[in-house]
């Protein structure tokens, strides 16, 4: 097994952290991918993060594609490392993946072309800028944590000039196309209403703080979050999902899937709504810190309202012709006339764009082409913006105006809600 070490005193006082200060980096994607005379045509991968999404649905997705090859597996957690690095190998039938205990260190790594975030949303946009730093193409999960930070990517996407992709998949997902595909194309007469259900999660018990596991480096896994003791479940995902330091809860997680197909519905997908109201309960005497039931309302400026609520998962758009939709995740079709789902279109009049592979396969075509990717930086912003939005009418329990444009609101609290500070994690990962 080729290990590498947890962390180097003199990698934290140069190494990546010179890139930063130094702001340069690659702006193109190496010739060692696309020249000529490259020993090899291959795309070579890190993975940073191979828990559940990470290990289940990313790596052995890229895996699956003949012109990647993974070369770094990165995480806090020694035994999932180790899993990632058994899977590479066993796909390959190489053994020169290495394991790497501090995402640092993968990304001064020159032998990799791209690395594959998978991590808490907390860590996605500054582990994503520290990448594009170091001159990476990067493909990152959804969601961002903050307005502020979502913008903050986007011009630093603009400004390296590498390639970045977001891992969602509903746009190439054919039921969520086609539903949108027809809405855009006037299948149901002009757009009135957009309804949209998302999952109740559980309630978690508050746990007494317990000693940090020595395979385990929780200080890292916290970053850019404020320090809280350890507790033995509050690296589980449907755990910390549930708390605001890291995430949304169901409305910034599954939100990102529905509520995108709702914005594309709409033509909504590069601005925006322009109003929000909703009310939400977060559970007493929990660890949960976002609320677990709520109802949204959402004003587009041509007239189209979006509710969202929690409950049983669906879909549905609703028109002055008729309505179409679908329940739970990739459910099947309905609508009030099933014929619109049997419909083709001119592709030189068609209201939307072709249905493009999966994520992983898109980033990888992206990188060849340069053309821009399923989901850009824009476009994850936004489409997170609008459930920060909601997240942030909720916690100030009245209407807001919101501007997509100036992304601002019309209210002093809401707008300083639009951030929130980051820890100086260098410093405490330093300190182990």
């Not at 947890?6 to 952290?17: E, I, M, P, V, Y």
């Not at 209403?193 to 508050?206: E, S």
């Not at 977060?282 to 810190?289: D, G, S």
């Amino acid at each position: 097994m080729k290990t590498l070490p947890s962390s180097r005193r003199s990698f934290l006082k140069s190494g990546l952290a010179g890139i930063i200060v130094a702001g340069v980096g690659p702006q193109i994607v190496g010739s060692r991918v696309l020249g000529a005379s490259a020993p090899s045509k291959k795309i070579t991968l890190g993975f940073i993060g191979v828990g559940t999404h990470g290990y289940g649905v990313n790596l052995l997705s890229f895996l699956e594609q003949d012109d990647c090859e993974v070369r770094a597996v990165c995480d806090v957690f020694a035994t999932r490392r180790a899993k990632a690095r058994r899977a590479v190998e066993e796909k390959s039938g190489a053994t020169g993946c290495v394991e790497i205990a501090d995402f640092r260190e993968l990304l001064t790594r020159p032998d990799l072309d791209a690395v594959v975030i998978s991590t808490p949303d907390h860590w996605h946009v500054p582990m994503a800028i520290m990448a594009l730093a170091a001159g990476k193409n990067v493909f990152c999960e959804k969601p961002t944590l903050t307005i502020a930070e979502g913008r903050e990517l986007v011009k630093e996407v603009a400004r390296r000039k590498t390639m970045f992709a977001v891992g969602i998949e509903d746009r190439a997902v054919i039921y969520y196309h086609k539903l949108a595909e027809v809405v855009r194309n006037g299948g149901i007469g002009k757009l009135e209403r957009i309804k949209v259900g998302l999952p109740i999660k559980p309630i978690f018990p508050i746990e007494e703080p317990a000693p940090v596991p020595p395979e385990f480096n929780y200080e890292l896994w916290l970053g850019p979050a404020p320090h809280r003791p350890y507790t033995p479940s509050l690296t589980d995902a449907q755990v910390w999902r549930q708390i605001r330091d890291f995430s949304g809860g169901s409305l910034t997680d599954w939100g990102a899937h529905l509520i995108d197909t709702a914005q594309v519905g709409n033509f909504a997908e590069n601005s925006g709504p322009i109003a929000v109201e909703g009310r939400g309960q977060i559970p007493p005497n929990a660890v949960n810190t976002v609320p677990q039931t709520y109802e949204l309302k959402y004003t587009y400026a041509n007239g189209v309202t979006l509710e969202v609520k929690s409950g049983p998962t669906f879909i549905r758009f609703e028109g002055s012709n008729g309505w179409v939709g679908n329940k739970g995740w990739s459910g099947p079709l309905d609508g009030s006339d099933m014929a619109l789902f049997r419909r083709t279109y001119d592709p030189a009049t068609n209201k939307i764009w072709p249905r493009r592979p999966r994520e992983q396969r898109d980033f990888l075509d992206s990188i060849k082409s340069g053309q821009p990717p399923m989901y850009t930086a824009e476009a994850l912003q936004r489409l997170a913006t609008v459930l920060h939005l909601g997240a942030i009418a909720m916690e100030l329990g009245k209407p807001l105006r919101w501007d997509p444009k100036t992304e601002s609101f019309d209210d002093q609290q809401a707008n300083a809600l639009r951030q929130r500070p980051r820890r100086d994690w260098q410093r405490a990962v330093a300190k182990i």
